[in-house]
């Protein structure tokens, strides 16, 4: 029997580097993981049944939060309105807001706010009201501490916390019925799939089906041993298929999380798996089967009562997500206001100067490698275009026309994917769309860097941490896709909003050297 090695030999940190280290070796190493695969009907099935997006739990809470400090907000100053008056004072004003901040930081602290306490109201009741007194008691102590109270109504003080404490009561049942909904229809939850079989998949499953409060549902298994290592059925779910089929699984359906399911001593076996998966943009988390073990700290997180180690993290999740296309939206309408008259300019020259449409679409890698139109300006002539840009563009190619060369240089070609912005299959920051043939010396991208569909983990970009640093143009050596994707990855790794708006502050400046644009 295998003997438990100490918890530090599992420190998620160390299992990153090293296969960090196997991704960068030799390309002579390459096995073709990377190739696409024809899933079984069953599995198709079943991925096509996932299709939808989903509302996580920390999504769920968050607007929550924003509605409750909302609605406590709007039913003080109602009962403002109709006892003192429209008007409010200064005072009244740092009351009003103070007192909803205030209450949902109680709130926040009674733990009010996790999905197994909204779920069960009648439980947290008492937790809740008593939160909410204490935030009432909080502000009575601010008001007499800094000797205010001759400046507002103590009817108006104390009907605000009566009615907000029955706002809260109603809302609570609302939202623990609204969730045991949306939990059976499938609107909340996060959708996993479990890697590898045998019995720590049967014990995985098991505990989690013992949990009834668990957001989980599993998707299926995935595991590369036969039926006498691993069963095609365990415990009534089916075995999908194989590792290298899990990727193209992890394609078409909305997946949030893979669990892999082996003992923490296969490390090996581990980090072969990871080699594979790491290229989605999922959470993928060690399932910790040996009782007893204790982690390090911030190295591991409970799907329900079950602690998991962390390998990788989705990139830009939840509320991340929401933010940058908060930023997406705002930067790309400015940008539309104050370049349109560039845009039309560019439209006539590009209809006046060759017969064709004004605009080019071609096929390219979105996110999580779907394939997406992206608009350019058309700078080619129409017979010589080459939509799956198999051919690079070359310093003085032929087939690009006047008007195309200066639009190419000054990057003005670029500027309709602003509406791909829009339409949400770009971000304005990323790593820029690859066309699906492109190729370099006669070798997809792919086979040129091992691990290259990692930068589909986000959005592609209109412009990104590649491009302000150099690596723009064509891509005439494989080094150079190699650099670019390296580039790239440290901009999925390190990503922030700060980030985005310092590579979008800098482009216009960058784009000033245009030595290899053509």
Not at 62 to 76: D, P, S
Not at 228 to 252: M, T
Not at 413 to 430: A, I, M, R, Y
Request: glycine share 6%; hydrophobic share 45%; charged share 25%.
């Amino acid at each position: 029997m295998n003997q438990i090695q100490p918890p530090d030999s599992f420190d998620p940190d160390s299992l990153r580097r090293k296969v960090s280290e196997i991704r960068t070796l030799s390309q002579e190493t390459k096995s073709g993981d990377e190739e696409t695969v024809e899933l079984n009907p069953l599995a198709r099935k079943i991925a096509q049944q996932f299709r939808i997006d989903t509302f996580s739990p920390s999504m769920i809470t968050g607007l929550l939060r924003l509605c409750e400090f909302a609605m406590l907000l709007v039913i003080g100053y109602a009962i403002h309105a109709f006892y003192v008056g429209m008007g409010l004072t200064g005072f009244y004003a740092l009351v009003l807001f103070g007192g909803a901040a205030v209450g949902v930081l109680t709130l926040q602290l009674a733990d009010s706010y996790q999905i197994p306490s909204l779920r069960s109201p009648l439980r947290m009741m008492p937790r809740i009201l008593a939160a909410w007194a204490a935030a009432f008691a909080i502000m009575a102590l601010m008001v007499f501490f800094f000797k205010s109270g001759q400046h507002y109504s103590r009817i108006w003080f104390i009907s605000w916390f009566a009615v907000g404490a029955v706002y809260l009561v109603v809302e609570r049942h609302i939202i623990a019925y609204a969730i045991r909904r949306w939990a059976r229809n499938g609107t909340m939850e996060r959708r996993a799939v479990i890697v590898g079989g045998g019995e720590p998949a049967k014990e995985l499953i098991r505990t989690l089906e013992q949990q009834p409060e668990n957001d989980i549902r599993i998707c299926g298994i995935f595991d590369d041993r036969d039926e006498r290592r691993s069963p095609s059925v365990i415990a009534g779910y089916p075995k999908l298929g194989n590792v290298a089929e899990l990727v193209e699984f992890a394609r078409l359906a909305r997946i949030d999380m893979l669990i892999i399911s082996l003992p923490l001593s296969a490390e090996a076996r581990i980090l072969t798996l990871l080699k594979k998966l790491w290229v989605l943009p999922v959470d993928i988390r060690l399932a910790a089967h040996a009782k007893g073990l204790r982690f390090r700290p911030r190295s591991y997180s409970q799907v329900g009562s079950m602690p998991m180690l962390d390998i990788f993290d989705k990139p830009i999740a939840d509320w991340d997500n929401v933010a940058k296309r908060i930023f997406d939206l705002f930067f790309s309408i400015v940008a539309l206001v104050l370049l349109w008259p560039v845009m039309l300019g560019a439209a006539i020259a590009v209809k006046l100067s060759s017969p064709g449409p004004i605009i080019f679409k071609q096929k390219r890698h979105g996110f999580n490698n779907e394939i997406i139109d992206v608009y350019k300006f058309r700078s080619m002539y129409t017979h010589l275009s080459d939509p799956s840009a198999r051919a690079a563009v070359t310093k003085g190619d032929p087939r690009v026309t006047p008007v195309g060369r200066f639009l190419r240089k000054s990057s003005i070609d670029e500027l309709p994917q602003l509406f791909n912005v829009l339409k949400g299959e770009l971000s304005l920051v990323g790593p820029r769309p690859h066309a699906v043939q492109a190729q370099s010396h006669d070798r997809k991208y792919v086979d040129v860097v091992d691990g290259y569909f990692a930068r589909h983990r986000v959005k592609p970009g209109v412009t990104g941490w590649a491009q302000i640093n150099g690596w723009r143009g064509e891509i005439d050596h494989d080094d150079k896709i190699r650099f670019r994707t390296e580039f790239d990855l440290h901009y999925i790794e390190n990503w922030s909003l700060w980030l985005d708006l310092k590579i979008l502050f800098l482009t216009p400046f960058r784009l000033l050297n245009t030595e290899n644009a053509y």
